[in-house]
């Protein structure tokens, strides 16, 4: 599983939102948890902190934002040799197959539909862990 | 698989599914996160709004060619008891805050009542919701009425979904 020093972005536009996953993260032993209120503001956060030495190391984004949608922002990543394999998860209030096909189309790591409690996103973070790192060794419990 | 069910011709007010799909939307939302139980109440039709409560999360929902509004209202009572569960936040005043947690219940409220719907062979789009407070009227520009389901909570407060299709 990702180590607890992991370092996140938050992407809503809903401070709600970004609160409850902040919760939820911390609940996890998450703390390093930075936030962005839609893709626009995101995209310059991820490129600055790349060029700082200090990359985002997950990225959670809700889908349906003004201004730059999630998965604008998820492309627009994928679309950079920087941060194509940063491990992007959407968060959504859909669950449709049409939109679940799109995400994986354009390389989501995984996806999480809203509202969703702390074992739902450890789950889907796991799942995310393995498909990035999958010689990792798994943690005995 | 077979082909998605028809939709009824008659008004979906009287679709028993479509009550069911938004009542619940809000016991899976308001549980999930805010560990929070509500009980909904008898619903009733009002044929002309009815001011009820401080603040409200209102989506206009489109599912070609039905439209209609979606409007959550909460007395200050159900809103502040939702958000100590939900966020461990204490508030007395309606204020931006409470106004984001209400924008953001909205959405996901009617984002998993819609996709109950559509799997029942509606076709409602997403939308982003608009959270209005303070004292306010609603005049639909059509004739239809409104349909609304009261929940109650555990402090003895309630909030009231109010639904309505032309």
Redesign the interface.
Known sequence: MFPNTTKFLVVDD????R??IK?VLTELGYTNVEEADDGKTALPMIQAAHDAGKPYEFIISDW?M?GMQGIDLLKACKADPRFKNTPFMLV?????QKHILEAAKAGVSDYV?????SQTLKGKMERVYAKHYPNAQPKAS | MSAAPKVEALNPLFDKRLINAFVDGVL??LK??ANTEATPGKPFIEPQFVLKGEIAGMVGMVAPPLKGTLLISYGKDSIFHILEN???EKHTEING?VS??V???T??I???A??TL?QLGYNFE?A?PTVISGKFNITHADKGATLVIPFNLANNSTFYVEITVQ
């Open positions: 809903f401070a709600t939102m609160k409850i919760k349906n003004p959504t209030a859909e669950s449709e539909v809203k509202p969703f409690n | 899976k939302t999930t996160i939900m966020l461990g805050e984001d947690a924008g953001e219940m959405n996901m009617y984002g998993s819609k996709t559509n997403m982003i």
